[in-house]
């Protein structure tokens, strides 16, 4: 009964916090002025945040292991039946391992030491899995569809204050593990709590002053208005000129307008946010010499909770890094010639649905580059970690940060677009 409480407390706690972007916190699905647009934003949160970021999530608990035996020149699991099975066997190439392992977080005994702080105990992993879900809600998946004479957005919540809701809900992280370690009442524990503290305070600084920058650029602090810019400079709608390089023809070739190519100092302190997945090179709180860390006297489910946030938060790094620096669900060369296909006109949904593709393909992709860094690099030591963030990646945040200032918005001041041979546009300045 406790296993199936502590997740539907987890669930209720997603929907509340994602319920904090909209403009009617509590009553935000019920009181619409429409029903079709209550029923729209309910089916988002069910399937853009609990499912496919659940079921992608779930899924990497099974590819993680099967690309570390990749790097490691070994077969990998390839066996998880619930039956007795000969070893020849291999059942789907061992991909019933992901049952195996809900299985075994659901039937474990739940385990609370007897002098630790019982409702802190619960509610640490709840704080640690809940925030990493709810950001994903001010992130589009795609562009708008009509259905039913009505638009529909690919994107739970829209909220004024925009991407500031992912520095604000992903602080949230920090306490689930201070209360992890604090109330096991474990030495071990609460020395493992301090130090994931305290690294993940550090590398909060930088990746928001990286965001700053992409603000400034854009004008805007809204992922949507933010991607619209980027599909206006390069269809050359009312962003005109906004494009880094371009050609003059049926297709946009050149060089997109892509947050990673205005910003790429951005990119990397923003990219520093992979220390929150609190994996290698920066799984120092989890780091098996170090007596396991914050989470060492957790058990069953809410063992579970902590690890399933860190593939969470894996999902949601690449959900966000795409948002703002991969263009979106933007194609590269444009999306003009497509939206002008005949059958894109006559079924306005298949355009929502391709670029959707164009998204979650990009998000995949940033998520293999996450498993590369995980299974390259070594672990870090404590203070090379603490250095990093505080010696090199904020004073390069704020540098950036004051030449962003001055710089201004893209296509004014020093980065107004010239025209140069065969009607082709640049920018002055590729750091606008």
């Not at 079921?55 to 590819?63: D, F, G, K, R, S």
């Amino acid at each position: 009964m406790s296993r199936v409480l502590t997740i539907l407390v987890a669930m209720f706690t997603i929907v509340f916090l994602m319920a904090g972007g909209m403009r009617r916190p509590t009553t935000w699905c019920l009181v619409e002025e429409h029903w079709f647009t209550g029923a729209s934003r309910l089916t988002n949160v069910l399937f853009l945040v609990l499912i496919f970021v659940m079921v992608i999530a779930t899924l990497l608990t099974m590819a993680e292991r099967k690309w570390s035996a990749f790097i490691q020149d070994r077969m990998g699991p390839n066996r998880g039946p619930h039956r007795p099975a000969r070893p020849e066997e291999r059942p789907l190439g061992g991909l019933p391992h992901i049952l195996t392992d809900v299985l075994k977080m659901l039937t474990k005994e739940d385990l609370i030491p007897a002098a630790a702080n019982r409702f802190m105990f619960n509610l640490g992993p709840i704080l640690a899995f809940a925030p990493t879900f709810a950001l994903f809600a001010v992130v589009p998946a795609g562009p708008s569809v009509q259905v039913f004479g009505r638009n529909v957005d690919m994107v739970v919540a829209t909220p004024d204050f925009g991407a500031l809701y992912v520095l604000a809900i992903a602080s949230l992280a920090v306490y689930g593990t201070a209360l992890a370690g604090w109330a096991s009442n474990n030495k071990f524990g609460l020395l493992g709590g301090v130090r994931a503290t305290s690294q993940m305070i550090a590398y909060e600084v930088a990746p928001g002053l990286s965001l700053v920058g992409i603000f400034l650029t854009f004008s805007s602090v809204q992922f949507p208005a933010i991607i619209g810019d980027i599909g206006n400079a390069l269809t050359g709608g009312t962003g005109q000129g906004r494009y880094l390089w371009r050609t003059d023809g049926a297709f946009d070739l050149g060089l997109p307008a892509w947050g990673i190519f205005i910003q790429p100092l951005g990119f990397l302190l923003f990219f520093a946010r992979l220390r929150e997945t609190k994996r290698a090179p920066f799984d120092l709180p989890g780091g098996e010499s170090e007596i396991i860390g914050y989470f060492v006297e957790y058990s069953c489910m809410k063992f579970g909770l902590f690890m399933i946030s860190e593939f969470v938060e894996v999902v949601v790094l690449a959900g966000v890094t795409t948002a703002v620096f991969f263009g979106g669900y933007h194609l590269p060369f444009g999306n003009e010639w497509l939206a002008n296909l005949p059958i894109m006109q006559e079924h306005g949904w298949l355009l929502g649905t391709i670029l959707g593709t164009v998204f979650w393909l990009k998000v995949l992709f940033l998520i293999w580059v996450q498993l590369l860094i995980r299974w390259t690099f070594p672990r870090f030591r404590y203070d090379q970690i603490q250095s990093l963030g505080w010696k090199i990646l904020l004073p390069l945040g704020l540098v950036k940060r004051v030449r962003d200032g001055c710089a201004g918005p893209l296509g004014s001041g020093p980065c107004r677009a010239a025209r140069g041979p065969r009607h082709r546009r640049r920018l002055v300045s590729w750091w606008c």
